[in-house]
């Protein structure tokens, strides 16, 4: 719980988000729930700042999600079954959810990775 002052600072700083403290099993977590502070704040960061490991990988699934929603904005369409689907796809490969790494997006870690050592 010694991170919580850290995550208000974020929060204070960045103008978005919210922090939910659990008590039940002493953790503290940052959250940013409105598409639009996603679109607007959250993903430009980490654009000009990329994950370093499969979490980049898991930026470019969370980034194609967006993609798909914000081509909606602004519309009176709704969320169509592929794209759903696919969304389903993006959420469920990211994280603990990745199985395996194709040798495209292990090149791609390899030339993006550094280490200083």
Request: glycine share 4%; proline share 3%.
């Amino acid at each position: 719980m010694d991170d919580v002052e850290v995550l208000h600072k974020i929060a204070k700083i960045l103008g978005v988000g919210v922090v939910k403290i659990n008590k039940n099993r002493n953790s503290a977590v940052f959250y940013v729930s409105k598409f639009n502070d996603i679109v607007r704040v959250i993903l430009p960061i980490f654009q000009e700042f990329p994950l370093q490991t499969t979490k980049h990988l898991d930026f470019i699934s969370f980034s194609e999600a967006v993609r798909i929603k914000l081509n909606l904005k602004g519309t009176k369409k709704r969320i169509s079954k592929p794209d759903l689907i696919k969304i389903k796809n993006l959420k469920a490969n990211m994280n603990s959810g990745r199985l395996t790494i194709d040798k495209e997006q292990l090149e791609f870690l390899t030339k993006r990775v550094f280490i200083n050592v």
